[in-house]
Nanobody
Framework: QVHLVESGGGLVQAGGSLRLSCAASGRTFSSYYMAWFRQAPGKERDFVAAISWRLCRTYYADSVKGRFTISRDNAKNTVYLRMNSLKPEDTADYYC???????????????????WGQGTQVTVSS
């Protein structure tokens, strides 16, 4: 059974940084994409970033390019999201997801991901 467990969320001031972690277990993820999505209160779940596990290709939403970095540690089966220069509009619940994405153009779609973590809350104060 696949488990994705996020950690690292919290309260931070605008301009600050956080690193989210997603510990994955239950299967081999070499053929998977791992992604981070976020959902603010009253809004839809939005794509943030993704990484292909085998080739480490990365993808980012325009709103986080240059500020967020997704990476993975093969030995620890863990995916990270380093978030710098945080803004109040980054406030949301952040979810880790895993899926066999059908094509590069589909990495932003939540429908491509079969497994989800429980989420970790990020609050950025102004």
């Amino acid at each position: 059974q696949v488990h994705l467990v996020e950690s690292g969320g919290g309260l931070v001031q605008a301009g600050g940084s956080l690193r989210l972690s997603c510990a994955a277990s239950g299967r081999t993820f070499s053929s998977y994409y791992m992604a981070w999505f976020r959902q603010a209160p009253g809004k839809e779940r939005d794509f943030v970033a993704a990484i292909s596990w085998r080739l480490c290709r990365t993808y980012y939403a325009d709103s986080v390019k240059g500020r967020f970095t997704i990476s993975r540690d093969n030995a620890k089966n863990t995916v990270y999201l380093r978030m710098n220069s945080l803004k109040p509009e980054d406030t949301a619940d952040y979810y880790c997801a895993a899926g066999v994405v059908s094509g590069r153009g589909e990495v932003v779609s939540a429908l491509q991901y079969d497994y989800w973590g429980q989420g970790t809350q990020v609050t950025v104060s102004s």
